[in-house]
């Protein structure tokens, strides 16, 4: 998933405990500047860390991820990717921080470093290290693992960026903000209908699964593998039904039911 960023420019002002020459912060940004709503769009620039540089001009700052075009799964894990590149502009050193948010500030889902290049600051924020620091070509790019969790629908991914000139003090540096807005895949995670007494056996299942609910109404059943993708789809007119799944490889998977107003998500493993 790639989309047109918000990308907010400011002059005179820096963001994150960078790593430079004189002036060092191996911790990365301190917690709470990502720019975001829980941040209350506060940069490091908010704390006087860095000030009396340039707006961005030619600087990019791109977010991706490999969350499918149909939108985020309940707990389910992917891969974002900030991508920060100085074009010429000033960007000695790069660093960043960021969140995943609601409109209102609340955090949704976990956020995981997973390399020498990040990590968290506190519980909800990320950033680099000082290992993450220098850009190759004049780009850098950090990826980091968020899973999901219950987050809602237009949740979305807020980075702070600075590109720091590296003349050993706090000066001079230039930062931009970023947004990502993450969509949820439609009809998943209604827990407040949720479909009462499921049953989904057995599992883990090499064959097939039984399925039984109590329902009055049709049932119609999606199989999506952890990425969102659909596999197979249709539908019951019995509330007690057999899946075949013999032809799926081995791994986890997701099984969606809609039945009337009610909708109710499970998972199950084939071995």
């Given at each position: 998933?790639?989309?047109?960023?918000?990308?907010?420019?400011?002059?005179?002002?820096?963001?994150?405990?960078?790593?430079?020459?004189?002036?060092?912060?191996?911790?990365?940004?301190?917690?709470?500047?990502?720019?975001?709503?829980?941040?209350?769009?506060?940069?490091?620039?908010?704390?006087?860390?860095?000030?009396?540089?340039?707006?961005?001009?030619?600087?990019?700052?791109?977010?991706?991820?490999?969350?499918?075009?149909?939108?985020?799964?309940?707990?389910?894990?992917?891969?974002?990717?900030?991508?920060?590149?100085?074009?010429?502009?000033?960007?000695?050193?790069?660093?960043?921080?960021?969140?995943?948010?609601?409109?209102?500030?609340?955090?949704?889902?976990?956020?995981?470093?997973?390399?020498?290049?990040?990590?968290?600051?506190?519980?909800?924020?990320?950033?680099?290290?000082?290992?993450?620091?220098?850009?190759?070509?004049?780009?850098?790019?950090?990826?980091?693992?968020?899973?999901?969790?219950?987050?809602?629908?237009?949740?979305?991914?807020?980075?702070?960026?600075?590109?720091?000139?590296?003349?050993?003090?706090?000066?001079?540096?230039?930062?931009?903000?970023?947004?990502?807005?993450?969509?949820?895949?439609?009809?998943?995670?209604?827990?407040?209908?949720?479909?009462?007494?499921?049953?989904?056996?057995?599992?883990?299942?090499?064959?097939?699964?039984n399925i039984s609910m109590e329902t009055s109404?049709?049932?119609?059943?999606?199989?999506?593998?952890?990425?969102?993708?659909?596999?197979?789809?249709?539908?019951?007119?019995?509330?007690?039904?057999?899946?075949?799944?013999?032809?799926?490889?081995?791994?986890?998977?997701?099984?969606?039911?809609?039945?009337?107003?009610?909708?109710?998500?499970?998972?199950?493993?084939?071995?």
């Amino acid at each position: 998933m790639k989309r047109t960023l918000s990308i907010i420019t400011l002059a005179a002002v820096g963001v994150v405990g960078l790593s430079l020459p004189g002036f060092t912060n191996n911790g990365g940004a301190p917690t709470g500047r990502s720019g975001s709503p829980g941040s209350n769009n506060n940069t490091c620039a908010t704390g006087g860390c860095h000030g009396g540089g340039p707006s961005i001009s030619a600087q990019t700052i791109d977010i991706t991820s490999n969350i499918p075009a149909t939108g985020f799964v309940e707990n389910t894990d992917y891969t974002i990717t900030i991508t920060a590149n100085a074009n010429g502009s000033v960007g000695t050193k790069i660093g960043f921080e960021a969140s995943v948010e609601n409109a209102s500030g609340s955090h949704q889902g976990t956020i995981t470093a997973t390399d020498i290049l990040t990590q968290k600051t506190g519980a909800n924020f990320i950033t680099h290290r000082a290992s993450g620091t220098t850009p190759t070509a004049g780009s850098s790019s950090w990826s980091f693992n968020w899973n999901s969790g219950t987050a809602e629908d237009q949740s979305a991914v807020y980075v702070a960026v600075n590109f720091a000139n590296g003349n050993g003090t706090t000066s001079g540096d230039a930062i931009g903000t970023a947004m990502l807005t993450l969509d949820k895949a439609s009809g998943i995670g209604m827990e407040e209908n949720a479909i009462a007494d499921v049953s989904v056996y057995p599992n883990p299942t090499a064959d097939y699964l039984n399925i039984s609910m109590e329902t009055s109404s049709s049932v119609d059943y999606t199989i999506l593998d952890l990425n969102g993708r659909v596999l197979e789809n249709g539908t019951s007119e019995s509330s007690e039904f057999r899946i075949g799944v013999n032809r799926l490889s081995k791994g986890n998977y997701i099984l969606h039911l809609v039945s009337g107003s009610m909708a109710t998500t499970e998972r199950f493993t084939v071995k």
